[in-house]
Nanobody
Framework: QVQLVESGGGSVQAGDSLRLSCAASGRAAGNIGMAWFRQAPGKEREFVGA????????WLAESVKGRFAISRDNDRNTLFLQMYSLKPDDTAVYYC????????????????????WGQGTQVTVSS
């Protein structure tokens, strides 16, 4: 049963833009919060951005503030990550995640609070 499907990854040059999408279906579509995480080779998975379905509140990692924007279409149960001014350090597999617990200022980046995960989409930024 498909739950979260990411799309939009690819290989780009530094300074380029990409837009990732994550479509939720099945039980995952009933989430109240969704997020993007990323994992580079040899590194731990890290938080990128999150958005509350209930309030529309957003959170972004300091490393992407001013360059990335997160949004969602609740009617289509889809989360987006618009990425501008991409850098080689942004190279990673980007994962979408969904949760059924409230997003707060203290838990938005906690991996274990997310109940469904997508398979990931590769983003490669070359210099």
């Amino acid at each position: 049963q498909v739950q979260l499907v990411e799309s939009g990854g690819g290989s780009v040059q530094a300074g380029d833009s990409l837009r990732l999408s994550c479509a939720a279906s099945g039980r995952a579509a009933g989430n109240i919060g969704m997020a993007w995480f990323r994992q580079a080779p040899g590194k731990e998975r890290e938080f990128v951005g999150a958005m509350s379905k209930m309030t529309g509140s957003t959170w972004l990692a300091e490393s992407v503030k001013g360059r990335f924007a997160i949004s969602r279409d609740n009617d289509r149960n889809t989360l987006f990550l618009q990425m501008y001014s991409l850098k080689p350090d942004d190279t990673a597999v980007y994962y979408c995640a969904a949760r059924f617990t409230l997003l707060t200022n203290t838990n938005y980046a906690t991996l274990s609070d997310y109940h469904h995960w997508g398979q990931g989409t590769q983003v490669t930024v070359s210099s």
